[in-house]
């Protein structure tokens, strides 16, 4: 990124005088070859998610999460009804075409328009979900909506500093580290370091290509699994983990 000096020879940032704010997430459906993303709708979702969830005998899924588990359906739909119904954060149902049933969630949060940035998280994948190219893919359609239909400069993924599987999938996925926000909230009675990450629009366009290759056809055997990981598409010297 290029910076610009103001009249006094002081370093400012880059002139964004074009720039025109991003838009709001819709319902529309986010559909692809291994998932569909849709808007939570509690009738619909709970009693799948419920089963699914329900599938992680220990409760690992909930960890890093400043809710769950839910020990009932009834709690779960609750709690969808009270959380992931509004605009901010905005959940979406993870729809795995090998079962046709809702079997994760994730969202848009802290949704910046003005500023062009805007967050994913809240991602909770059942067992089933976990390690599939629906995960991955989910992923690539939420970044697509960002990007290249809402036209957002900022994607942000943040986790728990101790969360070592949510670190190493966003880096997995293409995402920057950028640092660790000591004592940044409290949740569940103990004290939470936050991990921030991030891709920016400059970076999009070859991240993008990356996931293309990746979801190639030719890259899956009849299984849905996969011949090459993303991290051999992935730009940059090396391939990532």
């Not at 838009?23 to 808007?39: V, Y």
């Not at 969808?80 to 149902?93: I, N, S, V």
């Not at 062009?116 to 629906?134: D, F, K, M, T, W």
């Not at 366009?205 to 996969?226: I, R, S, T, V």
Request: charged share 20%; net charge negative.
């Amino acid at each position: 990124m290029t910076h610009e000096n103001n009249e006094l020879g002081q370093p400012i940032g880059q002139s964004l005088a074009d720039w025109t704010p991003a838009g709001l997430p819709t319902r529309m459906p986010l559909t692809g070859r291994f998932c569909t993303l849709l808007p939570v709708d509690v009738d619909l979702h709970a009693q799948d998610l419920f089963d699914a969830f329900r599938a992680d005998r220990e409760d690992r899924i909930w960890t890093y999460l400043p809710y769950g588990p839910f020990e009932n359906i009834d709690d779960l739909h609750h709690w969808l009804t009270q959380t992931c119904l509004g605009r901010d954060p905005f959940f979406h149902a993870i729809i795995d075409h090998r079962t046709g049933t809702a079997a994760g969630l994730a969202s848009f949060l802290r949704i910046e328009p003005k500023i062009g940035v805007i967050e994913v998280g809240h991602i909770n994948y059942a067992p089933q979900l976990q390690r599939s190219a629906a995960a991955t893919e989910a992923m690539f359609l939420l970044m697509c909506t960002v990007f290249n239909t809402l036209g957002y400069r900022r994607y942000e993924w943040k986790c728990d500093a101790l969360n070592a599987p949510s670190r190493a999938a966003a880096k997995r996925l293409g995402f920057t580290f950028e640092g660790i926000f000591r004592q940044a909230t409290i949740y569940k009675q103990r004290n939470r370091d936050t991990a921030w990450f991030s891709i920016l629009d400059s970076e999009w366009p070859a991240l993008m290509q990356a996931y293309e290759k990746w979801l190639q056809p030719e890259n899956f055997d009849g299984n849905a699994h996969q011949k090459q990981p993303l991290g051999n598409f992935m730009p940059g010297e090396g391939a990532r983990c």
